[in-house]
């Protein structure tokens, strides 16, 4: 198993650039999260999906779009990206709400 | 959302127990009560997670007191492996929804 894979690893953008950051996990884990992570600070959760084709917010969830067409794959969007979007950007997955969370290796995202 | 107090930084020796302390004074009926390890430029990893009493796994235990209040993550014997921020994770969200709320966590430093 590959667990939970984030690409890309880094990325630069300039303001107002879009991209999508893509996380796919091989564990048939129904839980999918995204969380930001910036200097000094604890985890941030942005958006989150309970399943296929279900998605909510967390607590940031502000200039981020998320969609869950397969149970695999959660992609993050950055619609217009701003400076105060650069950060450490980190997926999770875990089978059920409370069970253990399993973490990607991150993308490291800097905005100018 | 649960808010979660840990010390800042904590420093031990090598052999020593840690015992780290969390407050989660909002915690709600259904959560759970999660420690997670993160080293440098890596996603958190899982430590235990617990719901009342006592929990202990091959790394930790976890002790939760009957209000429920706070827990205490206890590491025997460290080493300097051990060197890593440690979060304390509960989650509660409006209408029963799950928003995982890590604390700014506890950097632990474990000296020869």
């Known amino acids: 198993n590959a667990g939970v894979t984030q690409t890309p690893k880094f990325q630069v953008l300039k303001t107002g650039q879009s991209m999508t950051l893509q996380c796919a996990q091989d564990m048939n884990h129904e839980y999918m999260s995204w969380y930001r992570q910036d200097p000094g600070m604890g985890l941030r959760l942005i958006h989150y999906?309970?399943?296929?084709?279900?998605?909510d917010q967390g607590e940031v969830p502000n200039g981020y779009n998320v969609s869950r067409s397969t149970t695999e794959d959660f992609p993050l969007r950055l619609l217009s990206a701003a400076p105060s979007q650069t950060s450490v950007y980190f997926c999770?997955?875990?089978?059920?709400?409370?069970?253990?969370?399993?973490f990607g290796p991150g993308t490291r995202l800097t905005v100018t | 959302l649960a808010k979660t107090t840990q010390p800042i930084s904590m420093d031990s020796y090598e052999g020593q127990e840690v015992n780290i302390t969390c407050s989660h004074n909002?915690?709600?009926?259904?959560?759970?009560i999660t420690w997670y390890q993160q080293f440098p430029s890596q996603g958190p990893r899982f430590i235990i997670q617990?719901?009342?009493t006592k929990v202990t796994n091959e790394v930790a235990s976890l002790f939760i007191p009957a209000d429920r209040k706070s827990s205490t993550l206890s590491l025997p014997r460290v080493s300097l492996s051990d060197t890593a921020v440690y979060y304390c994770l509960v989650g509660e969200g409006p209408g029963g929804s799950y928003i995982p709320t890590f604390g700014r966590g506890t950097s632990l430093i474990v000296h020869p």
């Open positions: 909002n915690i709600a009926t259904n959560d759970y």
């Open positions: 999770a997955s875990s089978h059920r709400v409370h069970y253990e969370q399993y």
């Open positions: 617990g719901y009342k």
């Open positions: 999906s309970v399943g296929a084709g279900i998605t």
